[in-house]
């Protein structure tokens, strides 16, 4: 019964996500869907990455949360346009939620979109919203187990970025052994270790990133 | 339409924990939830806790997770009696996930149960266990502006544990005003700052929790 209803909700969204993909293709926008626990750094990694491209392209932010507008008024002071959502209790953003925050974005003036998810590492995997591409962070201080614990996410993931490598000496992470893990789940996902606090590491994310701006600009 | 489905299940859930309740009373245990991010520190939290109070205070542990039995197998290294759930998918225990638990462990011979939930600081706020107390750890590398992000499980929790204070010189976590926040939502609450790497602030968390234990076995 309760699988049931899940496969309901998940079946409408999965309709309602392809709209907003075309929707965005449409637009020639590359969408990225951020996903990590809470305190991760999404919102760290979405502020470097705006100040790093300003002039190469133009960015548009979703900031998904429970309550608050904390990341959104971050990020808003980097000159961007960004939209929050709250979803009042919900675990993970959807396509629906999605689809009205693009409403609300001007939408002919945006090459990339960032959507920060709710900081969890569990159902956002499950909820597409129309992105081309996923991007989880896992921080160095959460342990090179996590992916033994929450396989879904890093199996859907395209990239994982590996962020706080400032703390490596602080802590008992192996990043070797997170590695082989990560890419024993899912063979062709990119990991990219980083640090949005010294900015190490940052190079080879933005080379990705704007390597998939190309191949949407000229697919749009 | 979904709203109505949460909140039948969440129902039939405040049902079953009602149940779960009186059979952990009737055995005189003192039951913790156990709640917090993926990576704050439950599983080393749990283990050091039992390292400490090994002759003082007969402990189970449930440990809950999406899939593997990672924490488990370490938490079983200390001798006590462990059971792992496997949500397998799922985002939070439920009570009926924590009656069948309660089957295969020998509560006669439990005083101390910690049921350690899903990494998570979402859906585990809403799902009662039967627990007597909830206690979340909040990691320091998190950041202190969770408790804005995140208000339901800071407002119901009995106990946040502030881990990984070892870190703090190489983080911009503000203690004071993080605890000045989670004061105004939750005036009642514990906050214990603890390393569980180190040692440091364990001492004040073990008196609180053996000075629970106390009034659960007068009462049992």
């Not at 590359?30 to 960015?59: C, D, H, Y």
């Not at 904390?70 to 002071?77: G, R």
């Not at 709250?86 to 693009?102: F, V």
Request: hydrophobic share 40%; charged share 25%; aromatic share 4%.
């Amino acid at each position: 019964m309760e699988i049931k209803v899940l496969k309901d909700i998940l079946g409408a969204n999965d309709a309602q996500a392809l709209k907003n993909h075309s929707r965005l293709d449409g637009h020639g926008i590359l969408a990225v869907n951020i996903m990590s626990s809470p305190g991760a750094g999404k919102t760290s990694m979405v502020i470097q990455t705006i100040e790093r491209l300003k002039g190469k392209a133009r960015i548009g932010v979703i900031e998904g949360d429970i309550a608050s507008t904390v990341d959104a008024d971050k990020v808003a002071l980097t000159g961007v346009p960004v939209i929050q959502i709250n979803t009042g209790g919900g675990c993970h953003l959807d396509a629906n939620m999605t689809e009205k925050a693009l409403d609300s974005l001007p939408l002919d003036k945006i090459d990339l979109l960032f959507v920060e998810n709710v900081g969890n590492l569990i159902c956002p995997a499950e909820f597409n919203l129309g992105e081309h591409k996923k991007v989880m962070l896992l921080s160095t201080p959460e342990g090179d187990d996590k992916p033994y614990k929450y396989p879904a996410m890093f199996s859907l993931t395209d990239v994982v970025l590996v962020n706080k490598i400032d703390l490596l000496p602080y802590l008992d992470f192996k990043l070797d052994a997170f590695e082989k893990v990560v890419k024993g789940l899912n063979p062709k996902v990119k990991i990219f270790p980083i640090s949005c606090k010294t900015g190490e590491g940052l190079g080879a994310w933005l080379d990705w990133l704007t390597g998939e701006l190309k191949i949407v600009t000229r697919q749009g």
